[in-house]
């Protein structure tokens, strides 16, 4: 398989605390990546450095789009998203005073050609892109179950819905590369169940490659191609979830953790 996101050796301090210690990973197309590890094990920093919210010390980051490999040490965040990568948050960042559709549209700015001056006089061009970016915003929102919500203010949704609306958000960025922070953090059984279903749906009708930071093991053990452990900053092990399942490293550094809770 081709890969799409590439990171090498990845470092981060802050100050004297190394949170990221020689990190690498490597994510294919079509596949779901599990990047899990104990709370502190610098999963969050991980997607932080590479889309641009932290300059990493050291190490290399590479996303592949559109037959081009691209490094993303010193890129912005917008210029990370409009190379094809998104993301959502362990906490929600939603609008919330704008609506469920008004949230999406918002997402897709990144793909827009409109600039201030043709938005101003509304020519017919601007129109029509308008018009398409509230169609393409609306089936977005369809595709995550949300179409009936539409006018709803964001913050009125339940929490579930909420976390959808992320991932909808996101996918109006047309990102080939997804990744998703804790997205079953809060949730029910049956919303996790929900939430399972759409990330497959996804990597299969999309095309797209997911890597995602999850507490939750029976959707990680269940979901995953493949996991990628980390134990204080550093990698730890790496391998199938039934790998993953019977080192005794992972057990003792978390998975134990996880059954004695």
């Known amino acids: 398989m081709k890969p799409v996101l590439e990171v090498q050796d990845l470092i981060q301090d802050f100050g004297g605390l190394r949170a990221l210690n020689e990190l690498s990973l490597t994510v294919c197309e ?23 919210i932290y300059k990493p010390t050291s190490g290399s980051m590479y996303l592949h789009s559109n037959g081009a ?10 210029e990370i998203t409009a190379l094809g990568m998104a993301r959502t948050f362990q906490n929600i960042r939603l609008f919330s005073q704008m609506t469920v ?15 201030i001056v043709s938005a101003l006089l509304r020519d017919r061009r601007t129109v029509r892109e308008e018009q398409e970016t509230v169609d393409k915003s609306y089936e977005l929102l369809r595709l995550v179950g949300l179409e009936k919500h539409w006018d709803d ?38 919303e996790t169940r929900e939430l399972k279903e759409l990330i497959l749906s996804l990597r299969d009708t999309r ?15 269940s979901l995953s191609d493949r996991i990628y452990v980390m134990e204080y900053g550093s990698p730890l092990a790496s391998g199938t979830p039934a790998e993953i399942r019977s080192n005794p490293d992972v057990i003792r550094a978390y998975l134990g953790e996880s059954h004695d809770a």
């Open 69 to 78: 490999k691209t490094l993303l040490n010193g890129r912005k965040t917008h």
């Open 153 to 190: 203010t964001a913050h009125n949704l339940p929490y579930g819905a909420q976390r959808r609306l992320e991932i909808a958000r996101a996918l109006a960025t047309e990102p080939h590369m997804l990744l998703l922070d804790e997205p079953a953090a809060g949730m029910n059984p049956q």
């Open 101 to 115: 559709l008004e949230n999406v549209m918002l997402g897709c700015h990144c793909r827009t050609k409109a600039g």
């Open 30 to 52: 079509k596949e779901i990546v599990a990047l899990i590890g104990p709370n502190g094990a610098g999963k969050t920093t991980f997607f932080n450095c590479v889309t641009g």
């Open 207 to 221: 095309e797209l490659a997911v890597l995602l930071i999850e507490h939750d093991m029976s959707m990680v053990m």
